[in-house]
């Protein structure tokens, strides 16, 4: 052990050293090494060798350029390995969207940098000011970067895409924590407990070590414990919702070919026929995914009498889909019966800057890159419980609507199950789709309620309250699932029912008690 932790040693002091490009270049490995620990490989420890090292290059920052410059550095390789596949959206087009790739593939890491970089400014004015070593400094750090997952989550529209706390996905015990403090507070312990190993050091530690071993031990435990707590919760056998058999219809069309007028009679004849297929017991509901058919369903009576035709006798058929309204455009989730009436319908609210709308278009000639629609889609009115013959009330999500911690169902019309209907093909097979699914699981666990998610290509797959996957379709395939359908969770979730509330109060008492610290710290030494 002594001799590991003196190698620890020269490895902190060597890295607090660091001068120049060799400084940066180390902060951008340690964020692109921590993208390990996303889906599709979920090697969560990778988090554990990441944050002390960057733990250690601030600690040799002398100016607050230098600490923007690492934890700018940090977050641009972390994002700019995690996020790559969004640049394949505009390989679908190249001749109209192919000057983005550079854009989409640096600028969105490059922007989201700046605010750890002003993150880790903050923690050494913070470390400065109120003299915080050791732990308490380890904490500070955690306290910011966590934080900044936030604003990062909520800010312009947000996008809480890869929050650190999804490196729990593949680990389903420790992923049970979601359903007590949420996935932002899951974000919080995870960064804590990640960047602590880092004051075990000489470079890290105001000595004596042993407020350090405390701390790590403290964290180590929390994590054992909710670890035994969530694998107690996974013993909960998933109980089916009575008399409800679902079909999830995947046709993995090509992006490049569903919109082609030429296809689109064959792709929308693909659809009729795999509802049609023979099951093996009676159908009662049948799940199309995002936009299925390129034509605006509602409005057009002969096609929804052809989905009727093909419907099993009292099935339901819930379909994303576009919908028009006087000069708006909506991307919708129509539910239909067996006449062809359209039951009710949903508009997505949270929209895709640059994919389904232009925030600015007025100041420049960019088109959105999914819409197809000119000035896109409009955004409907917020989340909301659908309930139709056979089914539960349930919250529709449209593709990326799902990734919104606490944002995915009505607080005030509770529903007991949540549809994702999404569209993964534009990513082809890389880590997004992967991605995609661990964060509807997490939203699963958050809220304890079932997630049935069906994609055009993707992984559509039944989820239970707990996050486990009940069946799926993999990547690239063209079928359909028939299973029942899980049940809501015994009792609500504490995340479902405080919301944010639990993560927000966590950072301000952590805030709080860094504060109080540092004063009495700075006036006993005065």
């Known amino acids: 052990m002594h001799a590991i932790m003196t190698i620890a040693d020269r490895i902190a002091a060597r890295l607090r050293n660091l001068r120049g490009w060799r400084r940066y270049a180390a902060a951008f490995g340690a964020g692109s090494f921590c993208c390990l620990g996303l889906p599709p490989l979920g090697w969560f420890p990778v988090l554990w060798i990441g944050f002390p090292v960057l733990a250690w290059l601030l600690q040799g920052a002398e100016k607050t350029r230098q600490a923007f410059n690492i934890g700018w550095c940090f977050a641009f390789g972390y994002f700019l390995f995690g996020l790559y596949w969004i640049a394949a959206a505009m390989f679908v087009d190249l001749a109209r969207f192919g000057w983005m790739i550079p854009v989409t593939a640096a600028g969105l890491p490059a922007l989201f940098g700046c605010y750890y970089g002003l993150s880790a400014v903050g923690w050494q004015i913070m470390r400065q000011r109120l003299d915080l070593r050791g732990v308490s400094a380890a904490l500070t750090l955690a306290w910011l970067f966590a934080l900044t997952e936030y604003v990062r989550g909520t800010l312009f529209t947000g996008f809480p895409w890869n929050l650190f706390g999804y490196v729990w996905t593949e680990f389903p015990p420790v992923a049970q924590s979601a359903s007590l ?218 593709c990326y609507e799902v990734i919104f911690p606490h944002r995915v169902a009505d607080p005030h019309d509770r529903p007991q199950l949540l549809v994702n209907v999404t569209n993964d093909a534009w990513y082809g097979k890389t880590a997004g789709p992967h991605q995609h699914l661990a964060i509807a699981r997490m939203r699963a666990i958050e809220e304890g309620l079932p997630l049935i998610r069906v994609a055009n290509t993707g992984i559509s797959a039944i989820i239970d309250a707990y996050g486990r996957t009940v069946q799926s379709l993999p990547l690239g395939t063209r079928g359909v699932i028939d299973s029942p359908i899980p049940a809501a969770a015994g ?23 860094i504060l109080i610290f540092g004063r009495h710290r700075r006036k006993n030494s005065a």
């Open 491 to 513: 009792a609500r979730t504490l995340a479902s029912r405080a919301g944010e509330v639990i993560s927000l109060s966590a950072w301000a008492l952590l805030g709080s008690g």
């Open 181 to 398: 403090f949420g996935l932002y507070g899951l974000t919080l312990l995870t960064i804590a407990a990640a960047i602590l190993p880092s004051t075990l050091t000489v470079a890290g530690a105001s000595a004596p070590r042993g407020n350090a071993i405390i701390a790590n031990g403290a964290a180590f435990g929390i994590l054992v414990t909710l670890g035994l707590w969530g694998g107690w919760r996974l013993q909960t056998p998933a109980s089916m919702i009575p008399d409800v058999y679902m079909r999830l219809v995947q046709p993995a069309i090509a992006q490049n070919l569903k919109w082609d007028p030429a296809e689109r009679e064959g792709n929308f004849n693909r659809l009729l026929e795999m509802t049609a297929q023979p099951a093996a017991r009676p159908v009662t509901h049948v799940i199309w995914p995002e936009t299925a058919a390129a034509y605006f369903l509602a409005e057009e009576l002969p096609r929804r009498l052809q989905i009727a035709a093909v419907l099993p006798e009292h099935a339901v058929l819930l379909t994303g889909a576009l919908r028009a309204e006087g000069e708006d455009n909506f991307n919708s989730l129509l539910a239909l019966d067996r006449s062809g009436a359209v039951l009710d319908f949903y508009d997505k609210f949270h929209l895709v800057p640059f994919g389904e709308y232009v925030p600015f278009r007025r100041f420049g000639p960019i088109a959105a890159v999914a819409a197809g629609l000119g000035g896109g889609f409009t955004p409907g009115p917020g989340p909301r419980s659908l309930r139709v013959p056979g089914l539960p009330p349930f919250s529709p999500l449209v």
